[in-house]
């Protein structure tokens, strides 16, 4: 009888043990939340598992618990999470000396939102090197588009390639009121390098036919950033589908483009404090609001296979809100709880 109880102590203790270790352990587990994935189906869950800065699984509570393990799990306590959000477009003072305590306000502004990438226009050469200095110490990632100036055309042209590091990425050039031959170099230089072409439409319009003829039959995936649009000629855009131009566009319009992109316009504006004006301005969903700052941003950066929707095998990059978003309410401004990028937690409001 002592031989038999034993056996059935041990056979206990194995169920017992196999119990506690079931599920594929994975890096991280974060549950009891609102999670928003932004995907081409809208969908949503409960509760995320994290593998090497990736997401393994979006599901309902119990089904991620009973199937994953992991010694750091979190509870969200109900928040909303959706992935990080961009800043379409950010103005930054030219007129003030980009230093480090000058950007890190600017981070930290950006960061308290959720936010952790930027894309900024028209920067100098002087603007773009004294970015240089601090963009790798700092958290959020700066795309930038140059404008056109010789030094910065000569700074484009003598990189070997796309100039690009963890924080800063030069991602092409901003057209407005510059000359014939300026645009033509600019235009040129983005097909070799595969920069991007933004167009200020309130002082550049003039030269869309000219950037056309420029890129025509282009095999490259080229994306346009359009911004202080009023309203283009049906034929112009046309002419820019047929040759394989897809744009970007961040301000309102009575046009049908791909994707909108929105932005603070300046880094006093609050992006979440704008989301509603810009969610009636556009007549756009509540989906198609949010995919402006998240999932239609990275087509900015040639990032969507990767990021912009929390789905599984994309990086773990999400934003978790201290409070839910209300498009309804104007007045209502949420901050960020806490934001990740590939699984790594880069700002806590704590």
């Known amino acids: 009888m002592k031989t038999i ?11 017992l043990l196999s119990g506690c270790m079931k599920g594929e352990k994975v890096d991280q587990l974060f549950h009891n939340a609102s999670i928003i994935c932004l995907d081409e189906k809208n969908q949503t869950g409960e509760a995320m598992a994290i593998k090497n800065g ?87 990632v700066w795309h930038v588009y140059l404008t056109p100036s010789k030094q910065n055309l000569t700074y484009i042209r ?23 031959s300026t ?19 309130t002082h550049g319009q003039k030269h869309l036919p000219l950037i056309i ?9 080229h994306r346009w950033f359009v911004f202080n649009i009023k309203q283009i000629d049906a034929k112009m855009i046309h002419l820019l589908e047929t040759n394989n131009i897809f744009l970007c566009v961040n301000s309102t319009n009575k046009l049908t483009f791909p994707i909108y992109i929105f932005g603070t316009n300046y880094s006093s504006n609050k992006l979440l ?19 402006s700052i998240t999932n239609w941003a990275q087509y900015l950066s040639f990032s969507e296979k990767t990021n912009g929707t929390l789905e599984k095998g994309k990086n773990a990059n ?18 960020a709880q806490s934001c990740y990028w590939k699984g790594k937690q880069i700002y806590s409001m704590e």
């Not at 109880?5 to 169920?15: M, V």
């Not at 040129?188 to 167009?199: A, C, D, E, M, R």
């Not at 704008?274 to 949010?290: G, R």
Request: proline share 2%.
């Open 183 to 201: 645009v033509l170099e600019a235009c040129s230089i983005s097909k070799s390098k595969s920069l991007q072409i933004g167009l200020n439409c």
């Open 158 to 180: 003598m990189l070997k390639k796309r100039r690009k590091n963890s924080n800063l990425v030069v991602a092409g050039f901003t057209i407005a009121n510059e000359n014939e």
């Open 318 to 335: 999400f934003t978790i809100l201290a409070a839910p978003i209300n498009l309804q309410n104007e007045n209502t401004y949420t901050y």
């Open 273 to 291: 404090e704008n989301v509603s004006n810009y969610s009636k301005l556009n007549q756009l969903e509540f989906f198609s609001t949010l995919k």
């Open 54 to 140: 990736k997401i393994i699984e979006i599901g309902p509570e119990r089904q991620i618990l009973n199937k994953y393990r992991s010694e750091e799990t979190f509870d969200l306590e109900g928040r909303e999470v959706f992935p990080v959000f961009s800043d379409g477009d950010l103005h930054i003072d030219t007129n003030k000396q980009w230093n480090s305590v000058f950007l890190e306000e600017i981070e930290t502004q950006e960061l308290e939102q959720g936010i952790l990438e930027v894309f900024v226009h028209g920067i100098s050469n002087k603007k773009l090197i004294e970015l240089e200095k601090f963009a790798s110490k700092m958290e959020i």
């Open 5 to 15: 109880s034993t056996i059935h102590l041990f056979i206990f203790l194995f169920i």
């Open 213 to 221: 003829q420029s890129l025509q039959n282009h095999t490259l995936d």
